[in-house]
């Protein structure tokens, strides 16, 4: 509550060098920003924290060392979605399993999607969403529609409906995510 981001900083790093990106993802920045979202959802007040909080818990994923491997692992938000830092720990979790990513970032159209997979080939797609209003699942069926489509695609998060088009696997936490999605990159 003290907007002091080294001390933020400083934590997360502490638990990301001694219990990895999973657990420090699971056990610290996800209960503290669940913790300032309810605090949001009671007083209306408090936005500055868990934004700083999340630049910080980006900074620290950020800075995990990547494979120097090409990538073949495509992560992207959906259209219109602008949360990313799942992806971020996605990334940083894989990097430290030894797979390299790309990271598109938020707000993904659907003929960048398609140009990006065009380009790179992935074996593994994983779109995000934690909107409901984001996760459309024409966004997936194009991929898989894809004259190339990736061994693996997979929607990641909340915001997605319960049914999604065949074959396209449905992560909801990092363990199990980074899990199929090394096992299919490699």
Same mark, same amino acid.
């Given at each position: 509550?003290?907007?002091?981001?080294?001390?933020?900083r400083t934590i997360f790093e502490g638990v990301v060098a001694?219990?990895?990106?999973?657990?420090?993802?699971?056990?610290?920045?996800?209960?503290?920003?669940?913790?300032?979202?309810?605090?949001?959802?009671?007083?209306?007040?408090?936005?500055?924290?868990?934004?700083?909080?999340?630049?910080?818990?980006?900074?620290?994923?950020?800075?995990?060392?990547?494979?120097?491997?090409?990538?073949?692992?495509?992560?992207?938000?959906?259209?219109?979605?602008?949360?990313?830092? $799942?992806?971020? !720990? /996605?990334?940083? #979790?894989?990097?430290?399993? *030894?797979? +390299?990513?790309?990271? @598109?970032?938020?707000?993904? $159209?659907?003929? !960048? /999607?398609?140009? #990006?997979?065009?380009?790179? *080939?992935? +074996?593994?797609?994983? @779109?995000?969403?934690?909107?409901?209003?984001?996760?459309?699942?024409?966004?997936?069926?194009?991929?898989?529609?894809?004259?190339?489509?990736?061994?693996?695609?997979?929607?990641g998060g909340p915001g997605w409906p319960a049914v999604l088009?065949?074959?396209?696997?449905?992560?909801?936490?990092?363990?199990?995510?980074?899990?199929?999605?090394?096992?299919?990159?490699?």
């Amino acid at each position: 509550m003290r907007l002091d981001a080294a001390a933020m900083r400083t934590i997360f790093e502490g638990v990301v060098a001694e219990r990895g990106v999973i657990a420090a993802w699971d056990e610290v920045a996800v209960p503290v920003l669940v913790g300032i979202g309810e605090r949001f959802q009671a007083t209306q007040r408090f936005v500055e924290v868990e934004h700083l909080i999340s630049r910080c818990v980006s900074e620290v994923l950020g800075a995990v060392p990547r494979p120097a491997s090409p990538p073949r692992v495509l992560l992207a938000a959906a259209d219109e979605e602008q949360h990313t830092l $799942p992806l971020e !720990a /996605l990334a940083a #979790a894989l990097a430290q399993g *030894g797979v +390299a990513t790309r990271l @598109l970032g938020a707000r993904v $159209p659907a003929r !960048a /999607l398609d140009d #990006a997979v065009t380009r790179t *080939g992935p +074996a593994v797609v994983v @779109l995000w969403s934690q909107m409901a209003g984001t996760g459309d699942p024409a966004q997936l069926a194009r991929v898989a529609a894809h004259s190339h489509p990736p061994l693996l695609l997979a929607a990641g998060g909340p915001g997605w409906p319960a049914v999604l088009p065949s074959g396209v696997a449905q992560l909801t936490e990092l363990a199990e995510a980074a899990e199929l999605v090394q096992a299919a990159a490699t």
